[in-house]
């Protein structure tokens, strides 16, 4: 793998670095916790006080991976150092620039791996190519001879099987599988972590699949699918945000379509759209962009303002 910016000056510059904050994205997945509880002890090896943060807190299926329980969705500051992992922009981020200005560090890094990244660090350690930020970060790791610990290859191995859905995306290249190996070969077990990518389900949850599973419809002409879930079809479930994303998992395996879109009414207004394409010849980050959203070639996600209606001519986001 290579690095616009070596591994060794990122290191030296991490040693003049007394306190630092690690900043997920909302709604942490399993890359994004995998980076934070993987970097935490690393920079902790340095001699830094080490805060882990994240706008919305790790969803309970995922605080069995090692260290989320010192995840806080607060953090005072100030820091010297602020440190983004997995996220293409600082909104995805939730970090305004007043709190940036608040936090006021000497020293912003952003380690991603999103085709859209802003590149909005002072250092950008940005790999498109790299199947998940947990992936780049094994490669810094080894550069660095930073000693793996089962709990870090743990945390590390999270966030490859979260962001290939178990090895099973397109993103699952050679050097992934390598990676993963070397991992199981540092303590972590693979087997654990596969609840990640598909342990997702409920029986509340899967009762309400029935409506949403007979509204897809495929468009005729460019054979992408379309499947809407709206406020109804999660109300009263214990976890809607998990239900709605175990349907858009489920849903964006279909077969025989080239691209799939899953639309989810959010609580707070809003459309999550999550966009996932077969054919390697389309481009679904480039829609999301347009959507205001970002994300890779084959998988990608927005979220605009809006809700869900259905009309004669089929479902249409109309103004909330
Ligand atoms: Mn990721």
Not at 131 to 149: G, N, P, Q
Request: proline fraction near 6%.
């Amino acid at each position: 793998m290579q690095f616009e910016f070596s591994p060794q000056q990122l290191d030296a510059q991490f040693a003049r670095v007394r306190t630092a904050v690690l900043v997920g994205h909302i709604q942490p997945d399993a890359d994004c916790l995998g980076s934070l509880t993987a970097f935490a002890p690393y920079l902790e090896s340095r001699g830094c006080a080490v805060t882990l943060y994240c706008a919305t807190p790790a969803p309970a299926r995922l605080q069995f991976l090692p260290g989320v329980s010192r995840l806080r969705t607060t953090a005072p500051g100030p820091y010297d150092a602020v440190v983004v992992l997995d996220c293409g922009d600082l909104k995805h981020a939730c970090v305004t620039p007043a709190q940036l200005a608040h936090w006021s560090p000497r020293l912003v890094v952003n380690i991603d791996h999103h085709q859209t990244n802003t590149r909005y660090g002072d250092i950008n350690l940005v790999q498109p190519t790299a199947a998940s930020a947990t992936e780049i970060l094994y490669h810094y790791f080894r550069a660095l001879d930073f000693l793996v610990t089962p709990q870090v290859a743990t945390s590390l191995l999270a966030g490859i099987v979260g962001d290939t859905g178990g090895f099973y995306h397109s993103n699952t290249s050679p050097a992934v599988l390598n990676a993963a190996a070397e991992l199981v070969a540092a303590g972590a077990s693979l087997p654990a972590l596969f609840s990640i990518a598909f342990g997702d389900k409920t029986v509340p949850a899967l009762q309400r699949w029935g409506p949403v599973l007979s509204r897809i419809t495929i468009h005729p002409r460019y054979q992408v699918a379309l499947a809407v879930i709206t406020r109804a079809d999660l109300s009263g479930l214990p976890d809607e945000a998990a239900a709605a994303s175990g349907m858009a998992n489920f849903l964006n395996t279909l077969d025989g379509v080239r691209a799939v879109v899953v639309l989810v009414e959010q609580a707070d207004g809003t459309i999550r759209g999550s966009l996932r394409a077969r054919d390697p010849l389309l481009d679904v980050a480039k829609f999301a962009t347009l959507c205001g959203g970002g994300g890779h070639k084959l998988a990608a996600g927005f979220a605009i303002k809006g809700r869900l209606q259905e009309t004669p001519q089929g479902w249409k986001v109309v103004a909330g």
